[in-house]
């Protein structure tokens, strides 16, 4: 046996010391990729495989041209990774460039980071008299943002105070202040992330990006790029905009208007809705359970599912879920059980939901007739009316910047503004969702959100969501089915 580690990514700084100024032609993840699609045809070892592409970076170029865009094996690009810092841009990209389920992103949190008055403004309004009102409408937001900031940490302060319970912690006060004083700030925000892809993904996210109507996101794609042409330029080609990513949603809702017939009927702001779950769910994550564990046909399975007695699935489903702790994932079988919620939330909520990224999440653009969101703190300290107020103005902007500028007019919403969201998501993954966001270091609103959900999936699939629930409660919920407590009730995090 031989086990090799190939590589790992290391800032570039480094990598620009280490092999000087166009000193070395092998520093690019490009030979990886070329031997790793070699390994199906070449008996050689895999690190034989690197050392001759090492040795031939131009041959291997050719290499992944050939095999990734001539014979189509697009995963040979999945090989070469890449980091980028992602700066002063807006919340509202920020959304555009976290749809792409398979990278990885840690984001500047509104929630644990106090905002300063950085803004974006749009280049598709720059010098035009929109400009000013757009200027004018976002400092009024964080010049409340700021107001409402002082006024929570105080009134979380006392609140802190009066409960004996509960320590004096000034970072957990300013954190609960800092979590609701931001749903007052506006989608053009400026934020930051990190970001981690790999070049099949980049490639189509450069190509989404340059299709895309808002001139900063296509300017993100742009310097993306830039980024890495050099680099890796043999597994990213294909990113110019197309019709595909241009023209199908404008064309599907052009459609759409002539289809849906506009009865004036009020909008319907019911916040969570399951809508679509697989019927008998509980007899076929059973069946599913049955067919992993025995030789005999699904069909077969899900036939001696439906004839056992909810005592004799329960069986199952428990031995299933026995040994689980409350940071294990549920098994894979209850990926065959799936649920689709019909959600309606704040952008704040949004951010973190957008999150999930396994599950299948699609949306319609932020839309004042949902109303906003409105912490209960705002309303404690007697803000409520200042609150509505500039949403209300910056709703007065949104139909300004509508009239003449559609693309534009959502970065001047607050992050209490809402949207539609349609979730559709497996069991197994519904699991984790409960796990993180109904747990009591949750934020309010997604905790609540989450909560209704799970409440509504036990309702038609007792049995499958039989342990659900957030890390907070995980020990009560298991000793309520076991009638003892779990192994481990807290992971014992290392000194």
């Given at each position: ?66 095999i ?67 200027v ?6 964080n010049?409340?943002?700021h ?21 004096d ?18 989608l ?54 197309n ?17 849906v017939?506009d ?8 916040s ?19 067919h992993?564990?025995?030789d ?24 299933a879920?026995?040994?689980m ?7 894979r ?19 973190q ?9 699609t949306?319609?653009?932020y ?6 969101t ?11 009316k ?5 949403a209300?103005?910056s ?25 539609r969201?349609l ?31 799970i409440?509504l ?11 659900a ?26 000194a």
């Open positions: 046996m031989k086990i090799i580690l190939a590589g790992y990514n290391v800032d570039s700084q480094v990598v620009s010391d280490l092999v000087g100024e166009g000193e070395r032609k092998d520093a690019t993840p490009e030979t990886i990729s070329a031997a790793y699609a070699r390994i199906s045809r070449d008996p050689r070892p895999v690190d034989e495989l690197r050392s001759v592409a090492r040795q031939e970076v131009e041959q291997a170029r050719k290499s992944n041209r050939k990734i865009f001539g014979m189509g094996h697009h995963s040979v690009a999945e090989h070469v990774v890449f980091n980028f810092d992602v700066i002063g841009v807006s919340r509202l990209a920020i959304e555009e460039i976290e749809k792409f389920r398979l990278c990885s992103f840690t984001e500047k949190s509104q929630r644990y980071i106090a905002l300063a008055d950085e803004y974006v403004i749009p280049s598709e309004i720059g010098g035009s008299h929109l400009e000013k009102k757009y004018e409408t976002v400092e009024a937001q010049s409340l943002y107001k409402m900031f002082s006024r929570l940490k105080e009134r979380t302060s006392r609140w802190f105070s009066s409960d004996q319970r509960v320590p912690d000034q970072r957990v006060i300013e954190g609960m202040a800092k979590e609701d004083a931001r749903y007052v700030t506006s053009a925000t400026s934020g930051q992330l990190g970001e981690t892809v790999n070049a099949r993904n980049l490639e189509l996210m450069l190509r989404r990006f340059a299709s895309h109507e808002l001139a900063e996101v296509r300017e993100i794609g742009r310097r993306m790029y830039d980024c890495v042409a050099d680099v890796a330029p043999s597994v990213i080609i294909f990113t110019d905009a019709e595909y990513d241009q023209k199908t949603y404008p064309e599907l809702k052009s459609v759409s208007a002539e289809l017939r009865d004036l009927s009020p909008v319907d702001d019911t969570v809705r399951l809508v679509e779950y697989t019927e008998s769910a509980d007899a076929a994550l059973v069946a599913a359970l049955l992993t564990s025995t005999r046909s699904y069909p077969e399975c899900r036939e001696m599912s439906e004839g056992m007695t909810e005592a004799l699935r329960m069986r199952v489903v428990k031995t879920l026995e040994h702790e409350l940071y294990d994932t549920a098994l079988e209850f990926e065959y059980v799936r649920l689709t919620f019909d959600l309606v939330v704040s952008a704040s909520c949004f951010a939901l957008k999150r999930h990224r396994m599950a299948t999440i949306t319609q653009g839309n004042p007739d949902l109303g906003i409105i912490p209960q703190s705002v309303k404690d300290c007697d803000m409520e200042e609150f509505t107020s500039m209300m103005r709703e007065e902007t949104y139909y300004a910047l509508l009239d003449q500028a559609p693309p534009v007019a959502p970065y001047v919403l607050t992050n209490s503004h809402r949207r969201v979730l559709s998501v497996n069991a197994r993954e519904l699991y984790h969702i409960s796990r993180l966001r109904e747990d009591d270091t949750a934020q309010w609103e997604i905790r609540d959100m989450t909560g209704r959900m409440q999936a036990k309702e038609v699939m007792p049995l499958t969501m039989l342990l629930g957030g890390k907070d409660s995980y020990p009560q919920v298991y000793e309520q089915v076991y009638g003892r407590p779990p192994k481990v009730e807290r992971p014992e995090l290392p």
